[in-house]
């Protein structure tokens, strides 16, 4: 198998992969890996302050409650995309030297988990406004600053606070797979499809589509010179703006007829166009590369597995 990153792609965190010499049962591995397999960071542990607090300077009192309950803002911390950097050496708690002899509750060090801090109390009993929102940006890492939430991320609500409430904890990130919690499936809309060629057949006919006027997302417009002088059009991108395209001439726009079939699809033998996109916390060709590393790690245990048997 052969994989090329299509021009103009990784686009933010979507991408498109051309994948040849393969078949589908091995790209539909590579979806599954993408979604279950590859490790990422999420927050898994959620530790709530609980009591009544009083503002020295206003003699405010603050407690401990809000709309929401805490599982539920537990869960919500924990579909919050974390900073992966798989390059960094983070580990499984269950992997880590340091922690892997310990009882549940004292697992946790730098090597496997990343620590966030939040403390938000709700609007002065004086103040005008009386709901106050609590935003992942409301989040301190404090472990390394590589593992603060990025920009994209910063404007995800968490919940609300009345006067005379606030919000507490300490937050603990791990890596975690995407199989045993949705939380750490680091990806999303993976399809893919085959690779496809499109043949001009009836240049006068196809017109009833030049004439739209449509345009490619690149710009160009879909007329009788994005074929070329072989009447085939290969370019991946070209080739799904212009899937999109035909349907406005297709069954039911009354100008099907017209068209006659003036354009056909063929496949391209072996060949796919894959597409995904990451939910930030780790970029579209580190997900691939993971996913890459996760089947390599299992063939090879498979194979050594038959070794063994065998011998
Ligand atoms: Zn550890």
Request: net charge negative; aromatic share 8%.
């Amino acid at each position: 198998m052969k994989a090329e990153i299509v021009n103009g792609w990784p686009q933010g965190n979507s991408i498109r992969i051309l994948l040849t010499e393969t078949s589908t049962a091995q790209v539909n591995s590579i979806r599954r890996a993408l979604i279950a397999d590859v490790p990422k960071l999420a927050i898994t542990r959620v530790d709530f302050a609980q009591g009544i607090n009083q503002d020295n300077a206003t003699g405010d009192v603050y407690e401990s409650v809000n709309c929401l309950p805490d599982e539920v803002i537990a869960h919500r911390l924990a579909m919050i995309p974390i900073p992966t950097h798989p390059e960094e050496g983070i580990v499984f708690p269950e992997d880590c030297e340091n922690c892997k002899d310990m009882v549940e509750k004292d697992k946790g060090c730098p090597s496997c988990q990343i620590l966030y801090s939040l403390k938000v109390q709700g609007h002065p009993k004086d103040s005008d406004e009386d709901l106050k929102y609590v935003y992942a940006s409301d989040l301190t890492v404090i472990s390394d600053p590589m593992f603060g939430l990025k920009e994209d991320h910063q404007s995800i609500p968490i919940t609300l606070l009345s006067k005379g409430q606030y919000l507490q904890f300490y937050a603990f990130a791990t890596l975690g797979r995407g199989r045993d919690h949705a939380k750490w499936s680091p990806v999303a809309a993976v399809a893919f499809r085959p690779q496809m060629k499109a043949i001009l057949n009836k240049p006068k006919k196809a017109s009833a589509l030049f004439n739209l006027g449509l345009t490619t997302t690149d710009g160009k417009a879909i007329d009788a010179k994005l074929f070329g002088k072989d009447k085939t059009i290969t370019d991946i991108n070209h080739i799904i703006d212009l899937e999109n395209a035909i349907h406005q001439v297709g069954a039911g726009t009354g100008r099907d007829g017209a068209f006659d079939n003036a354009i056909t699809f063929e496949k391209v033998d072996n060949s796919f166009v894959f597409t995904f996109e990451t939910d930030g916390s780790l970029t579209p060709k580190q997900a691939f590369n993971g996913a890459m590393k996760e089947l390599k790690g299992r063939f090879d245990n498979l194979s050594g597995e038959i070794e063994r048997a065998i011998a």
